[in-house]
C-alpha cells in the first residue's frame, strides 16, 4: 500500500469516527433527556410552554430531520444558539478552544521532549538506580490525581513561595509572557500525569532497540556509541511513542475539566462542564464534537508521523 | 607474542564465560583453547545451548549485560580484546573483525536505506559521505547483487532473505578483515539461496584472506566451508582437529553420536532407525565431576565419572578430550537395527487421501497470486508423501487446504477414503477433521502455555476421541507411552520441557485421535540433530505401528528422504514432479530437483558441483510464460520452454515430472545423455 493511500484510509476511517461520535452524542444530549423543553423549563412549567419552547427548538420534528439539521449546520460551522447566552455557540467555542489548546501546547512542549529524554536515559541504564528512580517516579505521579497535585503546586508556588499567579485567568490584553506565567502552573498536573506514560513508552521502545540485532550490526561496524544511539536506536526505538503521544493530545485538550476549573481557566471542558450545568445543550453538543474533532485531527497527525517515519509503511512490501 | 610470524586472526586461550542468572555465576564456556590462523576456515559445531555463540560474542566483546569473561584471554590479531579501551576496540570492530549472523532481516536497520548502512562501514574508516556512498555501491555489486543502485535507495523490508544476507556479507567484507565470525549465517535460508551465499562467502574469503570462524549447527555446511572444526558440548570443546579427519574419523563419542543422528544421503526409514545420543545436555552451569559427556555415554566408565579428561594431541593435529578416544569409532550404536516391516500398499484400495486438479488463488483482478496451480497428488495409507520446494513453491498453502483452514479454487477436489471433503474444516464432518492433523514446527508456539500436559492431551482426548472419565484417561496413558513420554511429563507447563519433549507432546496432541492423515510441517526444523533423530525415529515408528499417512514438509532433503515413499517437488505452486521418493532422488529427475539436491551440503566431503540457479522465485503474479521454471533452468533448451507449458508425463510406472526435454537428458539418467540429440518430446 502506498503512502497516499494509507493516508486517504485513514481520513476516510477518522470520518466515520466523527459521523459515529455524532450520531452518540445527538442521541446522548438531544433524545436522552426526554422532553427538551421540560428539562429546561422544569417540572412546574406550564404544558403549553413547554410545547411552544419545544417547537421553537425544533425539538418536536422527526428524529431523523432534526439529526440532520443539526449535523449539516455543524459542518457548515453553524452550531446553533447557546440557550443560556441566547448567542451563537460559535464564538464562545472557538474562544474555550483557543484557551485549551494554549494550555495544551505549553503542557506538551514540556511532557513530550522530559518524557523521551527520561526513558531513553532509563533504557540507558536500565536495571541501575536512575532507571528504578525514573521509572518509579513516573508511574507514581501518573497516579496522583490533577486536583491533588493542582492543590499542592498551587500551594507551593502560588500561595507559599509566591512564584507564580495561582488563577489561569489574566487581563485583558495580556502579553504572550504574561499569560505563559498564568499557564506554567496549570500546565505542571498535566505534565506530571503525561510524564509516566511517555518515559514507559520510550524506555520499552529504547531497550528493545539498544537489544536488537541492528544495534549489534551498528557497534560491530565500530560506529561511536553516540551514532548508534541516535542513528540507530532512537529512530527505531522512539516510533512507537509517536502514537501514545498523539492518543495524549486528545486527552489534554479534552480532559482538562478539572484543571481548567481548579485555576479558573476559560477552557473547552470547563466550557462543556457549565454547559452540562445550565442544560445549554446546543452548547454541549458542539464542545463535545468538537473535542471528537480534534482528538480525531491528532489521531490522525500520528498515524500519517508514524507512517512517514516507518519505511515498511511508506514504501509498502516487496516488489 | 611472536614478532616473525604474524600473529593469529583469533586466539582463545584458557577462555571461561559465565552469565550471572538469579545471582548466581553460571559457567557457559570452559577452559576454552582454540587458535585460528590468518586467512584459515574455522568451523564450531554443537548442539544448542553448547555456548558456540558465546564465544563469538566474546570474542567481539559483545556478551550480554550479564555476562563476563570470568578467565583466561582472546586475542585478535594478537592484541587482547578484554584489554582494549573503548576507542581502541572500536578501532579493532572497524578495522579487523566483522560479524555476520543468522536472520539478516533482523540485522538491517529497519528504518535507514541500504546503501546508507553500507556506506556506513566506509564513513567510519573516514571516506566522506560521496565516496563512502560510491564504495558501497561497488561493494554490493561484488556480493552479486544484480541491481545496486536500485538496491541502494531500498529498505530492508523490500528485499527477500537471499539478498538481505548478501547485504550483511557485503558489511562485513567491506572492511577486509583480518577475521570474519559467521553464526549460522545460512540457517533460515532456502537450500539453494544457503549455497549461493556459502558459495559467496568461499569465494571473497580466498579473495581478502581472510580468516573465518563459522558457527553452525549444521554439520554438512561445516564440512563444506571449513579447514578446521572444532566440537563444543556444554561450553568444553571435546574434540577439535582438521575437517577431513573429523568427519570420517571422529574420535570422542559426542562427535561420533552426532555423525549418527544424521540421515545420511539416500537413507530411508526401511533401512532401520537412526542412532540418537541419549539423555540431555546439563543444565547451564551445573556442576559435573570428570567428564562432562559421561552421563550420556555409552562407554563412561569409572574413570570417566571421576576424572575430568584433558585434552589429548593425538597424531595429524587433533586434540581429543576423551579418556577413551582410541575406542570412540567403536561406539556402540544405541538404536535396535531394524524394527519394521515394509509397508505394504493395496494399489487397488482407495488412496486415504487424493488431490484432484487442486487450485488456489488469493487476491484478484491484476493482482491475483497463483499459489497453486492444478495440483492432482494421491496418498495411500500408511505411506509419507514428501513435498519438496523452495519457500513460496506452495507447500504451506497445500498442507492448508488440506487441513481445510484454506479454502482451494472452484473445481479443486480434496477426497479422503474416496469420499469428497469439504473445503473449509467447519464445514467438514467431525470424522473428516479429526481425520486430519497437523504437526508445527515450532511446539513452542502450538501449545498452550498456561496448562498442564496432562489438560492439554486430555483436552484433545475429550475433543477429538469423544472421550471422558477413566476411559479418557486409561488412553492418555497409552498415547503417552505411545509417544514415549513418561508419566513425570504430565503434571508440569510446556516451558518446563525440551524441545523435543514440547515436540512429543505435539504429536501425542495429534495422534489423539487416531488420525488417518498427519501433516508434518517442518517439524524437526527447531530441533537438534540429535533430538531430531529421535523424533523421526518415533514419527517412523508411529506409521509403522498404526499405518497412518504423512504429508510431510521439510527444506531438509536428507530428513525428506529418510520418512517419505513418495515425494512431489513443487515449484511456483506447480507440481513439476511426483515420484517414488528413490527413484525422485536417484534420478532420471527434473532439472529443478537436480538444482535442489546439488545445493544439499553433506557431510561426506565436499558437495557436487552445485547446479546454481539463476535469480530469486519470480513473483506468483506474474509467473513467466510456458514453463515456469524457465527463467532459471540451467537445462533450458529454447523458445519452446517459454512458449508451451510441458505437460506431466510418466517417465516410469508412478514417476511423472513436467519437462520438455527427453529422457535421456535428464539429470540422473542412467544412460549418457546424448547431447547431439537434441530432440523435444
Known amino acids: 500500500m502506498s503512502g497516499l493511500r494509507f493516508v486517504l484510509r485513514r481520513v476516510a476511517l477518522s470520518l466515520v469516527t466523527l459521523w459515529l461520535l455524532s450520531v452518540i452524542v445527538f442521541l446522548g444530549a438531544q433524545v436522552l433527556p426526554g422532553d427538551v423543553g421540560r428539562a429546561i423549563l422544569g417540572p412546574l412549567a406550564d404544558p403549553r410552554a413547554v410545547a411552544a419552547l419545544d417547537h421553537k427548538l425544533g425539538v418536536d420534528r422527526p428524529l431523523l430531520v432534526q439529526y440532520w439539521d443539526w449535523s449539516s449546520h455543524f459542518v457548515t460551522g453553524d452550531m446553533g444558539r447557546s440557550l443560556v447566552y441566547r448567542q451563537p455557540v460559535g464564538p464562545f467555542l472557538a474562544a474555550a478552544l483557543a484557551n485549551s489548546l494554549k494550555l495544551a501546547a505549553i503542557a506538551f512542549l514540556l511532557v513530550v521532549p522530559l518524557g523521551i529524554f527520561g526513558g531513553v536515559v532509563a533504557a540507558m541504564n536500565v536495571g541501575r538506580a536512575l532507571d528504578r528512580i525514573i521509572t518509579v517516579t513516573g508511574l507514581s505521579m501518573t497516579v496522583v490525581p490533577e486536583f491533588v497535585s493542582s492543590i499542592v503546586l498551587i500551594l507551593i508556588f502560588g500561595v507559599w513561595l509566591e512564584w507564580l499567579p495561582v488563577s489561569a485567568s489574566w487581563r485583558e490584553g495580556a502579553g504572550a509572557f504574561t499569560q505563559f506565567r498564568h499557564l506554567l502552573l496549570p500546565a505542571v498536573p498535566l505534565v506530571l500525569v503525561l510524564f509516566g506514560y511517555i518515559a514507559r513508552m520510550a524506555r520499552a521502545g529504547t531497550v528493545e532497540a539498544l537489544d536488537a540485532d541492528y544495534t549489534r550490526t551498528a557497534v560491530m561496524k565500530g560506529l561511536p556509541f553516540r551514532t548508534v544511539v541516535w542513528r540507530h536506536v532512537l529512530p527505531n526505538a522512539l516510533l512507537p511513542t509517536i502514537t501514545v503521544i498523539a492518543t495524549q493530545m486528545g486527552y489534554l485538550i479534552g480532559g482538562l475539566v478539572v484543571v481548567e476549573t481548579v485555576f479558573h481557566y476559560q477552557g473547552i471542558g470547563s466550557l462543556i462542564y457549565n454547559a452540562a450545568k445550565a442544560k445549554d445543550f446546543p452548547m454541549l453538543e458542539s464542545g463535545v464534537l468538537m473535542i471528537g474533532v480534534v482528538y480525531t485531527i491528532a489521531t490522525l497527525i500520528a498515524d500519517v508521523l508514524y507512517s512517514l517515519l516507518n519505511p515498511r509503511i511508506r514504501f509498502g512490501g516487496r516488489e | ?58 570474542a567481539t566483546r559483545y556478551l550480554p549485560r550479564n555476562g563476563r569473561v570470568s578467565g583466561g584471554r582472546v586475542l585478535i590479531d594478537g592484541r587482547d580484546v578484554l584489554e582494549l579501551d573503548n576507542a581502541e576496540l572500536r578501532r579493532l570492530r572497524a578495522h579487523s573483525v566483522a560479524m555476520v549472523y543468522q536472520e539478516p532481516a533482523k540485522a538491517l536497520n529497519p528504518s535507514m536505506p541500504i546503501g546508507r548502512q553500507v556506506a556506513e562501514v566506509f564513513e567510519v574508516l573516514g571516506s566522506p559521505r560521496r565516496e563512502a556512498l560510491e564504495k558501497a555501491r561497488a561493494m554490493l555489486g561484488r556480493v552479486r547483487i544484480a541491481d545496486p543502485a536500485s538496491v541502494m535507495v531500498r529498505y530492508p523490508h523490500q528485499l527477500s532473505g537471499g539478498m538481505q544476507q548478501r547485504v550483511v556479507i557485503a558489511m562485513a567484507l567491506a572492511i577486509r578483515p583480518s577475521l570474519l565470525i559467521l553464526d549460522e549465517p545460512t540457517t533460515g535460508l532456502d537450500a539453494t539461496v544457503e549455497a549461493e551465499i556459502l558459495d559467496l562467502i568461499e569465494q571473497l574469503r580466498r579473495e ?54 544424521l540421515p545420511r544421503r539416500g537413507r530411508s526409514k526401511a533401512q532401520g532407525r537412526l542412532d540418537t545420543i541419549p539423555g540431555q545436555l546439563p543444565p547451564i552451569g551445573a556442576q559435573i565431576t570428570g567428564c562432562i559427556f559421561a552421563p550420556r555415554c ?94 513460496g513453491s506452495g507447500k504451506t498453502t497445500l498442507a492448508r487446504m488440506i487441513l481445510g483452514l484454506t479454502g482451494p479454487d472452484a473445481g479443486s477436489e480434496l477426497r479422503i477414503n474416496g469420499r469428497a471433503l469439504a473445503s473449509h474444516a467447519f464445514q467438514r464432518h467431525a470424522a473428516h477433521r479429526k481425520s486430519l492433523q497437523i504437526i508445527f514446527q515450532n511446539p513452542d508456539t502450538a501449545l498452550n502455555r498456561a496448562r498442564l500436559i496432562r489438560r492439554l492431551i486430555s483436552r484433545a482426548l475429550g475433543k477429538l476421541a469423544g472421550l471422558a472419565g477413566a476411559e479418557r484417561l486409561e488412553r492418555l496413558h497409552a498415547l503417552i507411552a505411545l509417544v514415549r513420554l513418561g508419566e513425570r511429563h504430565l503434571d508440569v507447563r510446556p516451558r518446563q520441557l525440551s524441545g523435543g519433549l514440547k515436540q512429543r507432546v505435539a504429536i501425542a496432541l495429534a495422534f489423539a485421535g487416531d488420525p488417518r492423515v498427519v501433516v508434518c510441517d517442518e517439524p524437526t526444523s527447531a530441533l537438534d540433530v540429535s533430538v531430531q533423530a529421535a523424533i523421526l525415529n518415533l514419527l517412523a515408528d508411529l506409521q509403522a505401528e498404526r499405518q497412518v499417512s504423512y504429508v510431510f514438509i521439510s527444506h531438509d532433503l536428507g530428513v525428506v528422504r529418510y520418512l517419505s515413499d513418495r515425494i512431489a517437488v513443487l515449484y511456483l505452486g506447480r507440481l513439476m514432479e511426483f515420484g517414488p521418493a528413490e527413484a525422485v532422488f536417484s534420478g532420471p529427475h527434473h532439472p529443478y530437483t537436480e538444482a535442489l539436491l546439488s545445493a544439499v551440503p553433506s557431510v561426506e566431503g565436499g558437495r557436487p558441483e552445485r547446479i546454481a540457479l539463476r535469480g530469486e522465485i519470480p513473483s506468483p503474479v506474474r509467473p513467466p510464460s510456458g514453463c515456469v521454471f524457465h527463467t532459471r533452468c540451467p537445462r533450458k533448451i529454447g523458445a519452446i520452454c517459454e512458449r508451451d507449458v510441458p505437460q506431466l508425463r510418466e517417465i516410469a510406472p508412478g514417476h511423472s515430472l513436467r519437462c520438455h526435454l527427453h529422457l535421456d537428458e535428464l539429470g540422473g539418467a542412467q544412460a549418457p545423455a546424448a547431447a547431439d540429440q537434441a530432440s523435444v518430446s
Not at chain 2, 18 to 24: K, L, P, S
Not at chain 2, 329 to 340: G, S, Y
Request: contains cysteine; glycine residues 10%.
Open chain 2, 298 to 391: 555409552v562407554l563412561a566408565d569409572d574413570l570417566c565419572r571421576a576424572v575430568d579428561p584433558p585434552p589429548v594431541r593425538l597424531s595429524d593435529g587433533r586434540v581429543s578430550a576423551c579418556h577413551h578416544h582410541e575406542r570412540a569409532p567403536d561406539l556402540p550404536t544405541t538404536a535396535p537395527p531394524a524394527r519394521r516391516l515394509a509397508v505394504l500398499v493395496d494399489q487397488a484400495a482407495v488412496p486415504v487421501l487424493s488431490l484432484d486438479h487442486v487450485s488456489k488463488s488469493f487476491g484478484g483482478g491484476a493482482v491475483t497470486v497463483r499459489a497453486v496451480t492444478d495440483v492432482s497428488l494421491e496418498l495411500w495409507a500408511g505411506e509419507t508423501l514428501g513435498l519438496v520446494g523452495e519457500s
Open chain 2, 1 to 58: 607474542m611472536n614478532v616473525a610470524t604474524p600473529p593469529d586472526a583469533l586466539a582463545a586461550e584458557g577462555l571461561d564465560v559465565c552469565y550471572r542468572v538469579r545471582g548466581r555465576d553460571r559457567v557457559v564456556l570452559r577452559g576454552l583453547d582454540f587458535r585460528i590462523r590468518r586467512g584459515e576456515s574455522f568451523g564450531l559445531v554443537g548442539e544448542s545451548g553448547c555456548g558456540k555463540s558465546t564465544v563469538a560474542l566474546a
Open chain 2, 208 to 261: 581478502y584472506s581472510t580468516a573465518v570462524l563459522f558457527i553452525s549447527h549444521n554439520l554438512g555446511v561445516i564440512a563444506g566451508m571449513c579447514d578446521r572444526v572444532g566440537v563444543l558440548y556444554a561450553g568444553r570443546m571435546v574434540e577439535e582437529g582438521p575437517t577431513r579427519a573429523i568427519f570420517e574419523d571422529p574420535r570422542h563419542p559426542y562427535t561420533v553420536g552426532l555423525l549418527r543422528c
